[in-house]
């Protein structure tokens, strides 16, 4: 039976992040291209915002919830990130992996920008009919402040926990979590408190590799590793071989 497994595809690697919504359309051709040619592993999908969703974000102020004023945002910022959503399905399809665009904003419910709700069981029964769910970072309603920016990350942390995979994956524009320009092969909560974990060089509401480590660490504590790695190194990652990238352990 196929291995089941989460891979993200980072918002910096499927966009040009300097752009206001530039999808990489090559990079996500050539990364559906992979997936389509590995049957032993079947993916769920989340991939980040990147320039599609960040910039109209922090336009918006979303991360500091909703008011009267930045109403538009929600639909603005969905709307930026549903097309890269769209794109990703798209090229999927093409490639002959049958998928379909799940929506954190229909999908889901936060409480001060944390997941509260989120049936997984429509995930669960498309990956039992072999259809690849596709999820993403999006912007969610929040019980106590109207509206949040919920990331990709915090989407697999939530996911992971609720549905049995074997291995999880996150695709990014460094080789891994860095010191001194050096990967360290692996972290924990211990270890990740003595590095300097920054945000990301880009517009980023969302925390950019502190976030993700913040995410992944959480779920490491529930005994659920994940790897973090170069884009270049998604087919090792795919074929469970040495990706060169770090490991978020317990
Ligand atoms: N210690 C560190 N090691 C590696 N990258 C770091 C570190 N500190 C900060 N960063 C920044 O984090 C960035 C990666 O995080 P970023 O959120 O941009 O990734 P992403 O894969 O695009 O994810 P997302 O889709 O959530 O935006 C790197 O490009 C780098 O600039
Ligand atoms: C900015 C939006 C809409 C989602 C952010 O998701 P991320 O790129 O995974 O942090």
Redesign the pocket.
Known sequence: MAEKIIL??????ITD?KGDCKVDKERIRALANEISQRTDVFPIIV????SCG?PEARRHHLDKGLDQTNRAGIFVTHHAVGRLNDAVVNALRDSGVESVGIHPLDACTAKKGRLISFNCETVELLVKNGIVPVLH?DVVMDTEQGACIV???QIISYIAGKIKVDRIG?????D????DGMVIPSINTESAGE????????T?V???????ISELLSLAESGIESSIFHVSRTGDFLDGRDHGGTIVTK
């Open positions: 993200k595809l980072g918002g910096s690697v992040k991939h980040g915002a990147g960040h970072g990331s990709g990350d996150l695709a990014t524009d460094v891994g979590v860095l010191k590095l300097d974990i920054k945000e990301s060089s880009n980023d969302t925390g950019g590799m502190k976030g993700k």
